[in-house]
């Protein structure tokens, strides 16, 4: 599976940027993407996940009500809307994907990672 990102940017404070994750390849084994950060000196830490194919999500608690993740099953894209945003949204976003191939003797879990955008809030 690939995936690539697409929708970073510079903006201000309580502005909104929509990051896009586009996947590719075997899709189909896949059952749950998400959205994680990692602003400088950090770790990676996970925004936002949804699982495949019901759609479920969740989200840290530092951006309930101001970040929405969403799929479009049909174009195996999937994008997180971010408003509101505040100088401590500041950081590289990352798409992950994870899932299970089940085909050969063994389980083998799968977890793929985008290239990374960056996102950068100023006041």
């Known amino acids: 599976v690939q995936l690539v990102e697409s929708g970073g940017g510079s903006v201000q404070t309580g502005d909104s940027l929509t990051l896009s994750c586009a996947a590719s390849g075997s899709t189909h084994l896949l059952n749950a993407m998400g959205w994680y950060r990692q602003a400088p000196g950090q770790e990676r830490k996970v925004v936002a996940y949804i699982t495949i194919p019901n759609g479920e999500t969740n989200y840290v608690d530092s951006v309930k009500g101001r970040f929405t993740i969403s799929r479009d099953n049909a174009k195996n894209t999937m994008y997180l809307q971010m408003n509101s945003l505040n100088v401590g949204d500041t950081a590289v976003y990352y798409c992950?994907?994870?899932?299970?191939?089940?085909?050969?003797?063994?389980?083998?879990?799968?977890?793929?990672w985008g290239q990374g955008t960056q996102v950068t809030v100023s006041s």
């Open positions: 992950n994907a994870e899932g299970g191939d089940t085909s050969g003797s063994y389980y083998k879990p799968l977890d793929y």
